[in-house]
Every structure is written in C-alpha cells, then in structure tokens.
C-alpha cells in the first residue's frame, strides 16, 4: 500500500521545487561564466556534487562494487555526459536562459524518436507527429535564414542530442547495470577530463566565488533528492511534465539579473516544443497505447545529472 502522505500534490510540490533549484543552478553557472571557463565551472561543480553523491550511493546496501557489466556503453554513456554538460554549460554563459531551455526541452522528442530507431521501440503515428511538430517548434526559435545561428545555439543542440543519447543508452543497459554505477562513471569521467584542462583555463578565484561553485554541487544533488522524493509520492505522468516549469524561472531569472527579455519566437517555439512535449508523456501514460515509455521511465531528464538514484514508484492505477 502507498505511504498516506504520497499524494499527486505532494509529487507535484516536490517537483516544482526540483526543477526552480535546477534553474537557479544554471543561473549560477551563467554568472559563473562572465569570469571563469566552463571547464573550471563543470570541474567543480562535479567535485563538490561528487562528496554528498557518494555518500547516498554508499547508502545504498544493494550496491556490493562498482564494476561495469557493460563497459564499452558505460564509457560511451560517460563520453556523452561529458559533452552535454561542456556544451550546455556553454550555452547557458553565451544564450539567454529561456532560450537555451527552449533548445533543451527538446531532448524528450529525441528521447522518443531515438527509443524507436535505436532500440526498435514501437512509437505510433501520434507520437511521431509530436515529435515532427516538436522540432519545427526547434526551428522556430532558431529562425534559420532570419537569425544568425550562433555556435550557443548550435551547444544547445549538441547539448540536447547528447543527453538523450545518454538516456537511450541507459535504457538499453539499464536492466542489467546499477545505477549506481551509472552515476559514478560519469561524475568521474567529467572531473578527471576537466582536470587535464583545467591548467590551461584556470583562473584563481575569490571566496566568494568559491562559494558559489560549491553551491553548484549543493543545489545539482538536492534538486536530485527532491526529484526522487517526486517519483516517490507521485506518478511518473504527473511528474514528467513539470520539467518545462523551468523556462518559467528562467524567464525571471533573466529578467532580473542578466536584462534578458525572451522575443516573441522563442515563447512561440518554446510553446510548441513544451505542447509536443507534454503530449507524448499523455500518450505514453495511457496503458492501451504502449507498454514502451522511454520519457516516464527516464526519472532525471536534466543534461548535467545522469540518471539519480533509481526512485521507488508509486504503484500506479491501473
């Protein structure tokens, strides 16, 4: 029986508060990008998410060693961790927030497009307009041909591209690999490639702005916390959706701290993006439909956090 204190509300809450803590992340990371590298910024945002992840994978007593069962995909899924949070990191110093979010939301219709050609998972006709209608939402806020397309732009997209590679692949090995090892490798791969940069980009910092790299760490692996306390209290279907709630915050974010003010096609595209978005997770959630559902099944759908600490679901209506 589901805990009486398990409510849809209570999901939603601990969500909505998951997501505005990953928003002020990445706003952190964009004030952190007027000074410092992103290299210096993915290196010690993962060091000091690295303390507090471990201890709650070594609170974990299922986990008995960390050793790959499949470590040519583990390495692949690490390589692609590396090179989503390189290039988002990037994207978010040289991009307005919410039009960097706009870029992002598509990695769900990836997701899905990718589950059927890669893993030959069945995606009907529905969801393949969604996804069709989702990426024109893409072009929409990159306006080709009126707009110069900036190498940010081009980040965001790799950013997307790479992050739903990384989750096909933990769908695919996910069955038989813990998840504890999907976080560790990773985390490690992206401190120590960053460490061989690291000399060439560094800069000394202050301590105030030591603190606010820590805080990197702090708010990634609590935003993850309360992602798992989420899928615990509520339905994956109710709480997929409340991802998009991050362009709200960065839309204040900008406003606020960086005079950044979305134009008129980035809310447009955005809008199309989150609607095919939101209306793949309402197909999936629907169990006539099919008993494939890579976006409810992909607990973490952030570039930067790889999968967390695999959540107990709530046992859903049938």
């Not at 701290?257 to 609607?275: H, K, N, R, T, Y």
Request: net charge positive; charged share 15%.
């Amino acid at each position: 029986m589901p805990n009486a204190q398990n409510t849809p509300a209570r999901g939603l809450g601990f969500a909505f508060a998951a997501f505005a803590v990953f928003a002020t992340h990445d706003a952190v990371i964009k004030t952190l990008g007027v000074n410092f590298s992103v290299f210096q910024i993915i290196f010690f945002a993962m060091l000091f998410a690295f303390v507090p992840m471990s201890v709650l994978m070594l609170a974990d007593r299922q986990v008995d060693n960390f050793r790959p069962r499949h470590p040519w995909l583990i390495l692949l899924r690490s390589a692609t961790s590396v090179l989503a949070m390189s290039t988002a990191f990037y994207a978010f110093t040289v991009l307005p927030l919410a039009e960097v979010y706009a870029l992002l939301f598509a990695t769900p219709l990836l997701i899905t497009a990718m589950s059927a050609l890669v893993l030959g998972e069945t995606v009907r006709a529905q969801r393949w307009a969604a996804v069709v209608v989702g990426l024109i939402g893409v072009l929409i806020v990159l306006r080709p041909g009126v707009t110069q397309i900036s190498f940010g732009h081009i980040c965001a997209l790799i950013a997307a591209f790479c992050s739903s590679l990384g989750s096909v692949i933990m769908r695919k090995i996910g069955g038989e690999e813990r998840t504890a090892v999907m976080i560790l490798y990773p985390m490690l791969s992206s401190i120590l490639f960053m460490a061989l940069v690291l000399p060439f980009v560094y800069r000394p910092m202050e301590v105030a702005e030591l603190g606010m790299f820590a805080s990197l760490g702090v708010l990634s692996v609590g935003a993850q916390v309360m992602i798992i306390a989420a899928y615990r209290a509520a339905p994956a279907a109710v709480v997929a959706p409340s991802q998009y709630s991050q362009i709200l915050w960065a839309t204040l974010f900008g406003a606020l701290f960086f005079e950044e003010l979305p134009d008129m096609w980035v809310g447009v595209g955005a809008s199309v993006i989150i609607a095919s978005g939101i209306f793949i997770v309402w197909r999936e959630s629907r169990p006539s439909v099919s008993k494939r559902n890579p976006i409810l099944r992909d607990p973490n759908p952030r570039y930067d956090a790889g999968p967390s600490p695999k959540p107990k679901h709530r046992r859903e209506q049938t």
